[in-house]
Each structure stands twice: as structure tokens, then as C-alpha cells.
């Protein structure tokens, strides 16, 4: 497998979730401060322009849900996610549903607010808005989603690893996390994992 990434991005997650599996792949880094996800080369990889991208024996995988529910079903050993339980496994992807549709969008609104507006008012406005949103977003995880001492209780699964690599942008984004020491135990719990260790080794980001 060939797993495309950008060091400090939401790929973070997946990333881990390779190494957490124990899975045999190659890592390619793509720099987004200097475009190289607008090449041709690697518009030929993934239209969509964005990291992550996992390429497969059967074909390319896109978007954080889909890789790390696929690597949960590719490694079951690594008991990344209840494959044996219907329901269980939906409030899985629930949860990290969740995370791309709600709280991803919201910290975009922040560095990435030109995919929705041109007008400079709005940019402005839209960045303004990132520390309440995000606020809300994570305070609604905090009380109602983080069942403890993992996501979704007793059993480690994607679902933290995803909250971990998303947990990182609070601050950049305006965020009291004083409001959410749940969240940030979670996070502090999360950096001593080996295969988060190591992972933040290779990506440059301690």
C-alpha cells in the first residue's frame, strides 16, 4: 500500500491507524504549503486535491472515514473497531462521521474559508467564527460523545485516533480547552501510545 499524507493534517490519523496495525506500506509526504496536492501528478492520484489518500491492491481510498474503517476491517486483530458487532460498529462511524462532516468543516472555515466565499468580509467573518463553532462542536463531545476512558468506552478504536489527530488544532483555533479537560486528558492519554509516538516522530511534529 501507499499511503499519501500532510504532516500536522487530518491524514495524522490514518497515518497512526497504519502503524497501529501493524500494516505494511509506503509513506509519501505531500507539502500543501507549496501546492504540491494541485500538481497534475497528483491530481492524477486523488481529483479531489486533499490528502489522505491510501492506494490499495484493489484501488485507491479516499477521506479519513472510509481509509480508517477500512483498515479496522483489513487488520481485525488490531481491534481497531468492533467488527463483529452491527451496532457497535455503526455508532463508530457515527462518531467519525461526525468528525468529517461537523467539527473538519468548521476548523476549515478558519484557513480554508475561500471554498465557500470570495468576498474578504466573509473570509473574516468566517474565521471569526471558528473559535465558537469548533468551541461547540468539541464542548458537545466533551459532554454527550466521549463516553471514557476511550470514545467509545472501555475498547481503544479509530474513533480516538481520529479525535486525537482533529484535538491537536484546538488551540490554533481559538478554542478555551479549559473548558474541555475530558478532551485534552484524551489527548495527553493518546501521545503516550507508542504508534502515536512514533508516528509524530515521522510527520516532524515534536
Not at 467564527?129 to 461547540?136: F, R
Not at 476512558?149 to 472501555?154: A, K, S
Not at 493518546?190 to 509524530?200: D, I, K, Q, T, W
Request: with cysteine; proline share 6%.
Amino acid at each position: 500500500m501507499i499511503f499519501y499524507y500532510a504532516p500536522g493534517a487530518c491524514s495524522l490519523a490514518p497515518h497512526i491507524a497504519l502503524h497501529q496495525s501493524g500494516a505494511q506500506f509506503e509513506s509519501r509526504r505531500v507539502d500543501l504549503h507549496r501546492g504540491e496536492q494541485t500538481t497534475d501528478e497528483y491530481l492524477a492520484i486523488n481529483p479531489k486535491g486533499r490528502v489522505p489518500v491510501l492506494i490499495t491492491e484493489q484501488g485507491t481510498l479516499t477521506e479519513n472515514s472510509a481509509i480508517l474503517f477500512y483498515i479496522s476491517q483489513l487488520f481485525p486483530q488490531a481491534g481497531l473497531a468492533p467488527v463483529n458487532d452491527p451496532f457497535a460498529l455503526a455508532k463508530v462511524q457515527e462518531f467519525n462521521n461526525y468528525l468529517a462532516s461537523t467539527v473538519h468543516v468548521a476548523h476549515a472555515h478558519g484557513p480554508r474559508g475561500y471554498r465557500w466565499a470570495d468576498d474578504q468580509a466573509a473570509l473574516v467573518a468566517m474565521k471569526a467564527k471558528v473559535p465558537m463553532t469548533m468551541t461547540a462542536g468539541f464542548q458537545l463531545i466533551e459532554d454527550e460523545l466521549l463516553a471514557g476512558p476511550w470514545v467509545m468506552g472501555e475498547h481503544y478504536s479509530i474513533c480516538d485516533i481520529y479525535l486525537y489527530s482533529l484535538s491537536r488544532w484546538l488551540e490554533g483555533d481559538g478554542v478555551n480547552t479549559s473548558l474541555l479537560p475530558r478532551v485534552i486528558d484524551h489527548r495527553h492519554r493518546m501521545e503516550v501510545l507508542a504508534p502515536v509516538a512514533e508516528v509524530l516522530q515521522v510527520e516532524g511534529l515534536v
